[in-house]
């Protein structure tokens, strides 16, 4: 059974940095497709960023692209999501899902990862 753990959520001044992690024990991440998803105050939960398993096509949410880099570590078990330029817009709580079989362009739609972490809060403020 598959278990996903986020961190490296916080506060953070508008521009600055943060790197989100997604540990997982259990099983290999890398043999699953892996999303970050966001979930805003009063708004539905969105996906950020995902990787594919096998080849790790990328992608990203128009509103992130040139700020948000996703990647993995297969020795680590680790999906990363470094974020830079942050924005208040930014804010919410960040989960990272799997899934082990999915058509990649839909993994932006949170419906049907098999596996999500616990989240980790992000905080962009002055």
């Known amino acids: 059974q598959l278990q996903l753990a986020e961190s490296g959520g916080g506060l953070v001044e508008p521009g600055g940095s943060l790197t989100l992690s997604c540990t997982a024990s259990g099983s290999t991440l890398g043999d699953y497709i892996i999303g970050w998803f966001r979930r805003a105050p009063?708004?539905?939960?969105?996906?950020?960023?995902?990787?594919?398993?096998?080849?790790?096509?990328?992608?990203?949410?128009?509103?992130?692209?040139?700020?948000?880099?996703?990647?993995?570590?297969?020795?680590?078990?680790?999906?990363?999501?470094?974020?830079?330029?942050?924005?208040?817009?930014?804010?919410?709580?960040?989960?990272?899902?799997?899934?082990?079989?999915?058509?990649?362009?839909?993994?932006?739609?949170?419906?049907?990862y098999d596996y999500w972490g616990q989240g980790t809060q992000v905080t962009v403020s002055s």
């Open 42 to 112: 009063g708004e539905e939960r969105e996906g950020v960023s995902c990787i594919n398993n096998g080849d790790d096509t990328t992608y990203y949410k128009d509103s992130v692209k040139g700020r948000f880099t996703i990647s993995r570590d297969n020795g680590k078990n680790t999906v990363y999501l470094q974020m830079n330029n942050l924005r208040p817009e930014d804010t919410a709580v960040y989960y990272c899902a799997a899934d082990l079989v999915r058509v990649f362009r839909t993994c932006h739609i949170p419906f049907g």
